[in-house]
């Protein structure tokens, strides 16, 4: 028996290894972002500085462990096997929960998952217990007091996040300007001893301070003479950061990188817990009961050496700060960190990641009427003095491809910092994704970052990414404690079982996800780097190449859809017809995400060409459109016919239409190759070829209807039907491939 649940502990470390690649690779952006976005140094020299603040962080973090012994549960109550039934199913739900939601493209949260689980699975085990024994109850089972604190300091960090964030950047935009270089001859100096002090006291005094690797008497006189400290500390820094501005040192860049540290080093102490904490305490629960059961078994051996704060090896947190390192290295999505968390903030127009919802058309309807309302209040002379301070045609930006400024980025920092440290001195699990993003969030909004183009898209975004937390934390609670109760009946069986389930599903995981970034990088990387283009004739260029694309691709997906519905339908194949549905769906999302892109791109091209060229590019993007509006009108009376069982289409209707596809597919392609080349030579030769076979439709279409009225009986009247409502999309088609095909030409004629 105990053979089989040292295994347990080997695979719930196993299981560590794999959340910290995973874990550091989804929030490395967290902390590199700001850095990188603004890019006020190398990716390398950033990434040399956030892996010196992970190791210190993971050295300084044995602290944060106990959330996972004692911090949901009271372990004392609870035997051997029950409190490895939990781990276990912590470690399996975190694993289902990543793979669910990576599939679903849903926001997720180790904290918020990590919590939920304990709570869940410790739940379900103090059902159980109280089932069979009713002298126990909830207040002694579950340390509900430490979870409630938990839970609460989880959810109100979204909130301080925002307006914190929000409110320290409308300070720093007014008094620093996007000209920050000429109004930061004085200010700047303040700004970085505030910033290096509050830095100091939460990273180093009290992060520091608190460790258990720093002597007693040197912790009791920090504690001490705090106040007088961070005095010192203030008054030292402001003097070092205006002799280091004096000596032309950019001082916002200093503290970006500082900050940086400092974000870091609270990530791998405050999240260090959401990847080994129930792993170490899995491994501590097995220790005390291989030296000190004597025989007891592991349903009557009780663990409260759980109780006990955690003291953590050394080489533990130091072999997990050095994964977490790799992780950072080797990730795809770390060295990628600016293609997803840094358009959330970005100071120029781009593509929205989120779409619009009423929800957020209302938040924002209802802010700008209260804003409206509240600035008729101040003198308008204080209203145009403030107004002057946020003229974003004066940003001063590190290169043309930083996303923000380096005030907006040092900002960030030390606000984030300062919250996820404060929280993990107070140990309470913050989340570092969202505490980050909130931030951001908050700052970008008082930046004037979120104009009435796209307020609304960022409050949804915002909005989903709070409601992806809420549904993280009731998916994780519902989840674990299911996995925990059929472990808890099927015994040790159906716990290999899930095992084996983790290690499938860990590997699935994987696949989906290469092809996924595979499909994004092909899809994002020129219009990133259209965005980030400040020469308008360069944008023009870029532009019709990716209107190009847009089109030669539309032309190719929409003649797949053509000829899927018609073998859907002549091989009765509701399946594949059901594919067609959600597929087409789909891309008409993507088409409404390209189009806002092209736009985009469009306002930045030279003025005389966009207003020229305006017309064809919205009928190109309307044809693009059309198609699939085509298809879907297509596709219903088809996909109802095939799923009601009704009469197959005949043979004869088969074989009269089969030269009117092979000509559809012949044009399509010709028209695909001379969008994709660029060579219009053969232009009117195609649209003559278009008008014979729609004639030919026509001609089918006349027939058909003849034969319909002529019929006495009904029996084929339905096919019938289906049949003329294709011949007269196909029609359509044909005339919207016409209208693309013009477009096309008109678009990217000299």
């Known amino acids: 028996m105990e053979t089989i649940y040292l295994c347990i502990v080997i695979f719930l470390l196993c299981l560590a290894v794999f959340d910290l690649f995973v874990g550091v690779s989804n929030d490395a952006v967290n902390f590199l972002q700001s850095a990188v976005g603004a890019r006020v140094a190398t990716f390398r020299t950033v990434l040399i ?9 993971a050295v300084l973090s044995s602290g944060m462990m106990d959330i996972a ?10 035997s051997f ?17 990543l793979d669910v939601f990576n599939s679903l493209g849903m926001p997720t949260s180790t904290t918020v998952s990590l919590v939920f689980e304990l709570l869940g699975g410790a739940f379900m085990i103090s059902t159980l217990k109280i089932m069979g024994d009713p002298s126990l109850d909830y207040g002694i089972l579950l340390n509900s007091d430490k979870a409630l604190s938990v839970i609460i300091a989880i959810f109100v960090s979204v909130a301080i996040s925002f307006v914190v964030g929000m409110i320290v950047m409308w300070i720093s935009r007014v008094v620093f300007t996007f000209n920050y270089k000429k109004h930061s001859r004085y200010a700047i100096a303040i700004f970085g001893g505030i910033s290096f002090t509050v830095l100091a006291y939460f990273i180093f005094m009290k992060g520091v301070g608190n460790s258990p690797y720093v002597s007693e008497s040197v912790r009791d006189y920090i504690n001490s003479n705090i106040n007088l400290l961070l005095i010192y500390t203030f008054i030292g820094s402001t003097i070092v950061m205006e002799v280091l501005h004096l000596c032309r040192v950019d001082i ?3 503290v970006v990188l500082m900050g940086t540290f400092g974000l870091a080093m609270a990530f791998a102490g405050n999240d260090l817990v959401n990847f080994i904490g129930v792993p170490l305490a899995g491994l501590a629960s097995y220790q005390d009961y291989a030296a000190n059961a004597h025989g007891a078994g592991v349903d009557t051996f009780m663990m409260k050496s759980l109780m006990e704060s955690a003291k953590t ?20 999505k770390a060295q990628n960190v600016i293609k997803t ?3 959330l903030a970005r100071q120029d127009e781009g593509d929205e990641m989120f779409g619009s919802s009423k929800a957020a058309r209302a938040i924002v309807r209802f802010c700008q009427w209260g804003v409206e309302s509240v600035a008729h209040i101040f003198p308008a002379s204080l209203r145009n003095w403030i107004n002057s301070r946020f003229n974003a045609n004066e940003v001063e930006l590190v290169d043309d491809k930083a996303a923000f400024d380096v005030v907006r980025a040092a900002v960030n920092l030390v606000i984030a910092s300062m919250l996820i440290t404060f929280g993990t001195n107070h140990k309470l699990p913050l989340s570092t994704t969202y505490v980050t993003f909130m931030v951001a969030m908050g700052s970008s909004l008082a930046d004037r970052a979120w104009s009435r183009e796209s307020a609304v898209f960022r409050v949804t975004g915002v909005l989903s990414v709070i409601g992806g937390w809420f549904i993280t934390a009731g998916v994780a609670f519902i989840t674990c404690s299911l996995v925990a109760l059929t472990m808890w009946y099927g015994g040790i069986v159906l716990q290999v079982g899930f095992m084996i389930l983790v290690i499938y599903l860990l590997w699935h995981s994987n696949q989906q996800y290469k092809k996924k970034k595979e499909q994004e990088a092909k899809d994002e990387d020129s219009f990133r780097l259209m965005m980030r283009t400040r020469d308008p004739e360069l944008v023009w260029d870029m532009l019709q190449k990716r209107v190009s694309s847009t089109q030669c691709n539309m032309n190719h997906y929409a003649l797949d859809m053509f000829n899927k519905i018609m073998d859907g339908f002549t091989g009765q194949n509701a399946r594949e017809l059901g594919r067609c549905r959600k597929s087409l769906h789909k891309e008409q999302d993507n088409l409404k995400k390209y189009r806002r892109q092209e ?6 091209s030279p003025q005389d060409i966009a207003i020229e060229r305006n017309t064809w590019f919205h009928l190109g993007a309307n044809s693009d459109q059309q198609f699939i509006y085509c298809l879907r009108r297509m596709l219903e009376p088809v996909r109802e016919h095939v799923d009601n069982n009704f009469n197959p289409i005949p043979e004869e209707y088969i074989h009269e239409f089969q030269p009117v596809r092979q000509k559809v597919n012949d044009l399509m392609h010709m028209t695909q190759e001379m969008i994709s080349n660029g060579k219009y030579d053969d232009y009117r030769d195609i649209l003559s070829e278009a008008d014979l076979c729609r004639d030919e439709l026509s001609t089918l279409r006349k027939g058909l209807i003849d034969h319909i009225q002529q019929s006495t009986g009904t ?36």
């Open 49 to 57: 500085i956030a892996s010196i603040a992970v190791v210190l962080g």
């Open 69 to 78: 012994r004692h911090g949901i549960m009271m372990p004392a109550r609870y």
């Open 81 to 97: 096997h029950e409190v490895m039934t939990v781990f276990l199913a912590v470690m399996v739900t975190d694993v289902i929960i």
């Open 252 to 254: 916002f860049k200093f």
């Open 313 to 332: 090896p050394p080489f533990y947190l130091m072999a997990a700060g050095i994964i977490m390192i790799v992780a950072m290295g080797t990730s795809k």
């Open 341 to 343: 968390s840094v358009d």
């Open 599 to 604: 736009m985009l791109g469009l306002k930045k």
């Open 715 to 750: 029996q084929m009247l339905q096919v019938s039907l289906v049949y003329l409502n294709i011949l007269q999309e196909t029609d359509e088609f044909l005339n919207i491939m016409r209208h693309q095909l013009r477009a096309a030409k008109k678009f990217i004629e000299n």
